[in-house]
Each structure stands twice: as C-alpha cells, then as structure tokens.
C-alpha cells in the first residue's frame, strides 16, 4: 500500500525513505545524490579500459586488437557480477526502503561470498580456454600471442575485480555511491601507473609523447598485472568500507556464512539477468566475429594484412570511445532502478514511476550532447587513443553512426535499469533476447556484407563445397553496415522497453 500520513493522505517525497543514506531527501536530491556518483565512477570505471587500449597502441597493432578483443573475453567474466549485483541492488533497495536493515546486511554478505566463489571458478576456466578464445576471434600471429598473453594475467584480478563490482552494486542499492566512487578513482590511478610502467611503452595523448621512465618492457602482460592489482586494491577498499558500516549497511562476516532464503532470491533475480546478459554477450561476440570475417574478406581482395586486421582494432576503439557517450545513461538508469526499488518498497508506484521518467529526460539530453560530439569530433577523439592509419580512417565513421542514437539509447538503458531495479528481470531478459537474436545480429549481418568463414575442418566434416559461404544480402557497407544495423536495432530496443515500461507490469514484480 502507498505511505500515508496520519490524516490518511498520501506522504511528500521527502517522508517516504525512512532509512540508509536517502532517508528525508525529496526525489530531485535523492536522485543528485545516487547519480553524480555514478557518473563519475562509471567514467573512472571505463578509463581502465580506455587506458589499457592507450598503453596497448603505443606498443603495436597487434597488442591493440589483442587487448581490446580481451575485453569481449572480460564482459563475460563480469555477466556473473552483473547477475549477483542485480540481484543484489533489487533486494537491498526494497530492504531499504521498507527498513529492513537486517535483510539488507544479509545481501551484502551473500553477495560478497557469491562473488569471491564464481571469481575464482570463472577465472580458471578462461586461464585454459584461452587459446580457444584466440581462435574464435580470428586473431592470428602476433596478435593472437599477444591476446593469450594478455588475458591469462588479466585472469589473476578476476577474483577481486567479482568482489569489487558486487559490493559496489549492493552499495548503490542502499544509496550509497560515494564509497564505489572513491573505490574506482583509486584503481584508475593505481591502474593507470602500473600498467604504464610494467608495460614498458610510451604513453600517446595524441600528439603528445610522454616516455617510459621504467625499463622492464612486459608488453601486454604488464598491462594485465597493473590492471589485476589495480582490482585488488579496489576490492580491499569496498571490504574495508562495508566492514565499517560505511554505506549504511555495515557488513558483517556472519552474514558471509551461507544462508539459504537470501540465496534462493538472489538466485531468482540473478539467473534470468544472467541470461539475459549471457544472450547480450554472445550476440556482441558473434559482432566481432563477423568483424573478423569482414577482417577475411579484405584480406582475400588484396588489402594489406595490416589493414585487414585493424578493422577489428577500428571496431573496438570505437566501442570503446562509444562507452563514454552512455555513462550519463547508466548513471541515470542507477539511480532509477535505485529509487524505484525503494519507492516501491515503500508502497509508492507513483514515485517510482516518476522518478523513472526524470531521470530519463536528464539522460536524453546528456547522452544527445554526447551525440553531437561524435558526430563533429570523432576523428579528435579517435587520434586521442590510436595514431594507427587503419583506426583513424575507420573509428570516427562508426562515432558519426552511432552519434546518430544516443538518445534513444538513454531511454532504453534507464528503462532497462529501472525494470532491473524493480526486480522486473524475466520480462528484461526476453525483451533482450528478442531483440539481439531477431534484430541485431540479422541486421548487422546482412547490412555489413561478410561472408561466412567456415574452419577448414568443420567445413570438410559438414561435406561444404566452400569454407567460404557468400553473404545473401545486396547490401555490402563493411565495417559501417555492420553499425548501421547495430544502432537501427538500439531505437527499436527502446521502442521494446518503452512499451513495457508504459504498460507499469514492472511494478508488481515479485523479489
């Protein structure tokens, strides 16, 4: 039932949260106060990414398609931290919300105990699938080493950056994202120094060179070792938050213990998420996989291998300069799935709804600016982390094409958030399927124009005349068809997400 007052009438905003750290505050603050954290973190969060792509470029191109197809390879270690942190964030802002401190303390515990164990198990099965993994992404020579190398060490952090991200995600639950905020800067410096020096290049700023005072020239594998310590240290840093009751929830070793009741609901919140987001993960390798067709096709016409390879370094550059365009979304979107999960623990559909619906807005508007830069800056923004010819010709065509979308993207990342906020995950989870599979993979695959790599060995056993099967479609654009398809599918994603938050069923889903 919706909170009322004495006199029976409804309660102002400010009434409605009666415990953790937005107790007291009206929508408009608590939204400040859980977002510009976020926004900050998650900016903090893809600078790691973004600087181990600097570093890796000012090595070769090798160890820039290396590097950056490892980070395919580390989204799915993170699906299991995303399936425990939404998890996680639904429960302990329904907990807060209705004041329930001590189920809220037991997320946190089960939370980090989940992390600690699948970090381990997730980071040893990579370690020996490695080489697999190379052969899946069409890397090959130098670049191929260099990947295997890189993501071996980077499986030494897995462990600490599962517990790291969980621990930040339940904090958000509780409001509290000042900790997470403080715990990501420290690895951002702590990353950016020992991956720079152990790798041994210079660091590129565009057209400034800023040289390696250290001489111990570990490559990519020093790369990995910055950015695993870097994880370690973060996750020391929310252990030692929590423990002291820092996020308003104080984390206990009693509650790391196994209880079976926290468990089971995270579990049925964590698993359809996991799905969804394991569907959302295979459907994007099997982008990049097409990208190394098309990387087969250029190099059966004739075009250097050099060239033919950066398509998948162009790619992931501008992935990763793409990455900075929806952290105000994401940003937002934790703070709508925040709120909406402590409104309605507090019986206020209204709120949570309203507070869906402006952090929208915000997002749209922070998110098109960011469009516009792609549009009229992208070639600047590529040059800030790759000199190499091959990216500089291909990543701001792919910045201009997605520019194009960022609004409607900020719509369905805060509308995604919110439904995951309000423990909404089945519904999201065949949105998402729906969506991948029938829309993004088709489209970016007949729009591209590849053709179909087929391995020697499987092509003989499934009796194919040709390893090599031609792509049906009359539209061959490459490398920007394979993004037109990829941002068409992005507005009619909203559309999807849009319609079901509209319909309200998020509201009455059970956690």
Not at 154 to 180: K, Y
Not at 221 to 243: D, E, K, N, P, Q
């Amino acid at each position: 039932m919706a909170a009322r007052d004495a006199a029976g009438m409804l309660e102002p905003e400010e009434k409605v949260i009666r415990s953790g750290r937005l107790a007291g505050l009206t929508m408009g603050a608590a939204v400040i106060a859980v977002a510009w954290p976020v926004l900050v973190e998650s900016l903090l969060n893809s600078t790691v990414g973004l600087v181990d792509t600097m570093i890796a470029a000012g090595l070769s191109q090798a160890a820039t398609d290396a590097v950056g197809g490892a980070a395919y390879m580390l989204w799915f270690l993170g699906l299991i931290t995303m399936a425990i942190g939404v998890g996680a964030t639904a429960l302990v802002s329904r907990a807060m919300g209705a004041g329930r401190i001590a189920v809220a303390r037991a997320v946190f515990g089960q939370s980090f105990s989940l992390a600690a164990g699948s970090g381990l198990i997730l980071a040893v099965g990579i370690y020996l699938l490695t080489p697999m993994l190379a052969h899946l992404l069409s890397l090959e020579g130098p670049a191929e080493a260099e990947f295997v190398r890189y993501l071996r060490t980077m499986c030494l952090g897995v462990p600490f950056s599962t517990i790291m991200f969980a621990l930040m995600a339940a904090s958000r639950g509780a409001g509290d994202t000042l900790r997470p905020l403080w715990a990501m800067g420290v690895v951002n410096i702590v990353n950016l120094i020992a991956a720079w020096l152990l790798a041994g290049s210079d660091l590129r700023l565009g057209s400034l060179v800023i040289s390696n005072p250290v001489g111990l020239n570990l490559g990519v594998v020093g790369i990995g070792l910055g950015t695993s310590l870097a994880h370690c240290v973060g996750a020391g840093m929310m252990l030692a938050f929590l423990l002291r009751g820092r996020s308003g929830v104080k984390l206990s070793v009693f509650w790391m213990r196994p209880h079976a009741v926290t468990i089971r609901r995270m579990v049925r919140l964590g698993l359809p998420n996991f799905a969804e987001t394991f569907g959302m993960w295979l459907g994007n390798l099997l982008v990049i996989v097409i990208v190394g067709w098309l990387a087969a096709d250029a190099a059966r016409a004739g075009v250097p291998a050099g060239d033919s390879a950066g398509l998948i370094g162009a790619h992931l550059i501008g992935i990763r300069i793409e990455a900075f365009s929806f952290l105000p979304g994401f940003a937002m979107g934790v703070a709508a799935g925040a709120l909406a999960g402590q409104y309605l623990g507090a019986g206020r559909p209204d709120l949570a709804k309203k507070a869906a619906v402006r952090c929208a807005v915000i997002a749209m508007g922070m998110m098109g600016t960011m469009g516009l830069a792609f549009v009229f800056l992208g070639r600047t923004f590529v040059g800030i982390v790759s000199q190499q010819p091959a990216h500089l010709e291909l990543a701001p065509q792919l910045l201009l094409i997605t520019g194009l979308v960022q609004i409607p993207f900020a719509l369905s990342i805060v509308f995604r958030s919110t439904m995951h906020g309000a423990g909404d995950v089945r519904a999201v989870m065949i949105m998402t399927w729906i969506s991948t599979w029938g829309i993004r993979l088709p489209a970016a695959y007949l729009i591209s124009g590849a053709s179909i790599h087929v391995p020697e060995g499987l092509a003989a056993w499934l009796g194919l005349k040709s390893a090599i099967i031609a792509n049906p479609s009359p539209i061959a654009l490459g490398l920007p068809g394979l993004w037109i398809g990829l941002c068409g599918e992005i507005v009619l994603r909203a559309i999807i997400y849009g319609t079901r938050f509209a319909g309200g069923g998020w509201m009455r889903a059970r956690v």
